[in-house]
């Protein structure tokens, strides 16, 4: 069984930084996509950032081009979110999810970690 565990949350003040990481196991990810979505308080789920396990190409939404670096540690299965220059408004429940490169859907997802970001 595939299982996914965030860590990383928490609180920090705008202009701060956070690590969210996603430990996947329970199966072989080579042939997966790896992302993170948020659901911020009174807005719709959003997939902010992705990556394919095999090849690194990764995916930015435009709200955090330049300020998120999403990688991957191979050997720990795990996938990183490291977020700079946080801003009141990436306040957010933070989850991660994979689904296999060629499926539309995300099959298995984390528990999600909060992040709070204070003026």
């Known amino acids: 069984q595939v299982q996914l565990v965030e860590s990383g949350g928490g609180l920090v003040q705008a202009g701060g930084s956070l690590r969210l990481s996603c430990a996947a196991s329970?199966?072989?990810?080579?042939?997966?996509?790896m992302g993170w979505f948020r659901q911020g308080p009174g807005k719709e789920r959003e997939l902010i950032s992705g990556?394919?396990?095999?090849?690194?190409?990764?995916y930015y939404a435009d709200s955090v081009k330049g300020r998120f670096t999403i990688s991957r540690d191979n050997s720990k299965n795990t996938v990183y979110l490291q977020m700079n220059n946080l801003k009141p408004e990436d306040t957010a429940v933070y989850s991660c999810?994979?689904?296999?490169?060629?499926?539309?859907?995300?099959?298995?997802w984390g528990q999600g970690t909060q992040v709070t970001v204070s003026s």
């Open positions: 329970g199966g072989t990810f080579s042939n997966y996509y």
């Open positions: 999810a994979i689904r296999r490169v060629f499926m539309s859907s995300y099959a298995y």
């Open positions: 990556i394919n396990w095999s090849s690194s190409t990764t």
